[in-house]
């Protein structure tokens, strides 16, 4: 399929976007992906920010939605014009728009790294981080042709969401 | 490789930005915060088998904290947030913490060559006096929960300063940053405006800091780092082999400057540095590589400044670079 920025090329990158309250994939190609973040390789995090955001936002016009966060009180629309959180809660309280928008500019929105020595995972917290694991690995063994491997990751993942008697995503 | 490293690798640095979990980031409007947040640290590493010294933003003279900056133990962002700002910086400067930057607390280390790793264990390592004392904002699938989202995840920034003088005059950089940025990498010049880089240094580091582990960062840093090494290295030697006398000669005219000139401003003492470095990485120039790393921090204008008030007051900084230069020049021949 095409790139739905240009037009133009394969789309191989695609970018789940929340707007509206709704949620849609685009899809671009490896080219305007790129150009999203040649800002940013100048070191031009805020214009980097505020691109991945109007590219976000531009799938659907976003209402003027009043989101503010619970815990500081920023509106999401102070943070898109600054690209700065003001507190722990806003991830959670703006999660909706920020998972694709983490998504976008890392690539993942699971984190594998180190954790704070005093911190234990619930098995809830454990089974959604393998779960979003594994959703990760079955996108990219998608996105470069693997279906083999794809499979196998379904298999685990249905395999996750029932035991857990949750509802197939 | 590792002992020629040194001669492409400046420093290695690793930053890790961590937030107090019951406290909101935004603590320049909140001055009780603020305090608690440099406090907090305080009580966490001082006082320890480490010293450290403790540097309040706005107690500090403008020359001191651009010192600080000019040594890379403080940004330019804490600077300008002088009425909250501080730093705990340990007393072989390998360590510091920024308190109430972008974040409550940005940890770094800096080792000199390759060695990420290192580095990054010395971070880790003051990461844990600090939890043992404070909790930070984690949470399961996001990781460490960061001011900016560019940070969330390690909220770690691993970075190399590479002086690259010849990939610049081969023009190759253009290439490189472009293979750089798709492996999740950027480079950028350190001095310099826009997409100048006086001195032909460097910075490679991570862009992405979620969904990776900081092993994987670092060897993916590591890797680019060698790379570029090897290539730089490799044109360091046809540049030799090619246009000996054309590249000796560019050399010494810079030595002769730097040690007979009077007076240079900091981007003519930029371009004769690179110069310098390169003599004395390839053997063509009788100075060491630890001295010429040394004047890249003491000839930069605020050093030079501070250096004209306490020898010779009224002095002008691009006199007093030279007397610095001149200096450490004549003692290391
Ligand atoms: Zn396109
Ligand atoms: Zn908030």
């Known amino acids: ?169 | 490789m590792s002992d020629t490293a040194v001669n492409v690798v400046v420093s290695s640095r690793v930053r890790l930005a961590r937030n107090y979990f019951d406290l909101p980031f935004l603590n320049w409007e909140r001055p009780e915060n603020a305090r608690l947040c440099v406090e907090r640290a305080q009580a966490a590493l001082c006082g320890g088998d480490e010293s450290y010294d403790l540097y309040l933003m706005r107690d500090l003279p403008d020359v001191e904290r651009l010192k600080l900056v000019e040594k890379h133990l403080i940004s330019r962002d804490l600077v300008e947030r002088a009425d909250t700002g501080a730093a705990l910086i340990r007393h072989d400067r390998r360590v510091s913490v920024m308190i109430n930057e972008e974040d409550h607390l940005r940890i770094q280390a800096i080792g000199s060559g390759l060695d990420l790793e290192a580095a990054a264990n010395v971070a880790f390592g003051v990461e844990g006096r600090l939890e043992a004392v404070c909790t930070f904002s984690f949470d399961p699938q996001l990781g460490y929960l960061t001011s900016c989202p560019t940070n969330t995840g390690t909220g770690m920034r691993a970075s190399l300063m590479l002086h690259l003088p010849m990939l610049t005059r081969y023009k190759q950089m253009g290439n490189v940053n472009q293979s750089v940025a798709k492996l999740g990498l950027t480079t950028r010049g350190i001095y310099g405006e826009g997409s100048e880089a006086l001195g032909d240094l460097y910075q490679v580091s991570n862009q992405v800091t979620l969904g990776r582990t900081e092993e994987e960062i670092i060897e993916a840093v590591t890797a680019v780092g060698r790379q570029l090494i090897d290539m730089e290295l490799s044109l360091r030697a046809r540049c030799l082999k090619e246009q000996p006398l054309d590249l000796r000669d560019a050399l010494m005219r810079s030595y002769g400057l730097l040690r007979y000139a009077l007076q240079m401003d900091e981007k003519e003492f930029m371009l004769h540095w690179s110069h310098l470095r390169l003599g004395a990485a390839m053997g063509l120039l009788p100075v060491s590589l630890n001295a010429v790393d040394d004047l890249l921090t003491v000839a930069q204008d605020a050093h030079a400044r501070r250096y004209a008030q306490e020898t010779s007051p009224g002095e002008e900084a691009d006199a007093a670079r030279c007397d610095i230069i001149r200096k450490t020049l004549e003692t290391n021949v």
């Open chain 1, 1 to 169: 399929m095409l790139c739905e920025e240009c037009g133009k090329n394969q789309a191989t990158v695609s970018i789940t976007v929340s707007a509206g309250g709704e949620v849609t994939t685009r899809r671009l190609c490896p080219e305007c992906m790129k150009k999203m973040q040649f800002s940013l390789v100048n070191g031009d995090i805020q214009g980097f920010l505020s691109s991945v955001l109007s590219v976000l936002g531009s799938g659907q016009k976003r209402e003027e939605s009043g989101a503010v966060c619970s815990g500081c009180g920023l509106s999401y629309a102070d943070f898109e014009r600054t690209g700065r959180l003001g507190c722990a809660q806003c991830y959670r309280d703006f999660s909706d728009q920020l998972r694709p928008l983490l998504q976008s500019i890392h690539g993942r929105a699971q984190h594998a790294g180190r954790r704070p020595a005093a911190f234990t995972p619930s098995p809830e917290d454990e089974r959604a981080a393998r779960v979003s694991e594994l959703r990760q690995k079955m996108d990219e063994a998608v996105a470069s042709e693997n279906f083999e491997d794809a499979a196998k990751y379904r298999d685990e993942l249905r395999k996750l969401t029932e035991e857990s008697g949750a509802a197939q995503p």
